[in-house]
């Protein structure tokens, strides 16, 4: 089957870095997203990786590797408002698309 | 209004009422999506459509049942639900059906079936 794991729930300190994980296992690949939900509201875009390596956005990143089916979003200077849920979503090769479960980001003062 | 809206953001129904959430986007985008989210779970896939035809139904009860009027619109009609429907439900709209570009998300409906 296809699967998305990543953490359930991860804990960071605001000015510190964090790193969210995601490994994917699906039939085929045609991209990865990562979208941001705050509680009550809507998922927003934030990246989408097709091809290996990192991209950078602002305090955000996002890094792929096809071969080891894994990515990650990493979070610079983390500030109280980036507590919320970071989505994983991998578009497979019928273009359908796999969702995480999600990871629910807490940030400490 | 901007991006897309749903309404009501909150309802609370008993399991032999009729209702019906609403979904509009003002992207002018041809494919919208209905998703279901529980807690610690992935989102589900409900129904897919593109320009107002339904293209996707993934194994959803009767008792859930989409419409779509024209490309901005999108209706989900709901009765006689159980209480493991409670849920946030989203619609979501995208440029087209191909899954390599991005959704845009409404805020959901949270849903309460007692």
């Known amino acids: 089957g296809q699967n998305i794991d990543q953490p359930t729930e991860m804990t960071a300190t605001e000015g510190a870095i964090v790193q969210i994980n995601c490994t994917y296992q699906t039939s085929g690949f045609n991209g990865l997203f990562w979208y941001q939900q705050h509680a009550g509201e809507a998922p927003t875009f934030l990246s989408y990786n097709v091809l290996d390596g990192l991209e950078e956005k602002g305090r955000f990143s996002s890094f792929l590797s096809r071969s080891k089916g894994y990515s990650y979003l990493l979070l610079k200077e983390l500030q109280m408002k980036d507590s919320a849920s970071y989505l994983c979503a991998v578009t497979d090769s019928n273009y359908q698309l796999i969702w995480g479960a999600g990871t629910k980001l807490i940030i400490k003062p | 209004e901007t991006g897309v809206t749903q309404t009501p953001r909150h309802l609370v129904m008993g399991m032999t009422n009729k209702k019906s959430l609403k979904c509009e986007q003002h992207?002018?985008?041809?494919?919208m999506y209905w998703y279901k989210q529980s807690a610690k779970k992935p989102l589900e896939l409900m129904f897919v459509?593109?320009?107002?035809?339904?293209?996707e139904n993934n194994s959803v009860p009767s008792r859930f049942s989409p419409e779509c009027p024209n490309s901005s619109h999108l209706f989900l009609h709901l009765h006689t639900l159980q209480p493991e429907d409670s849920a946030l439900y989203l619609c979501?709209?995208?440029?087209?059906?191909?899954?390599?570009?991005?959704?845009?998300f409404g805020p959901g409906t949270r849903l309460t079936v007692t």
């Open positions: 979501a709209s995208s440029q087209t059906l191909d899954r390599t570009y991005e959704q845009y």
């Open positions: 992207l002018g985008h041809n494919a």
């Open positions: 459509y593109s320009l107002e035809e339904r293209v």
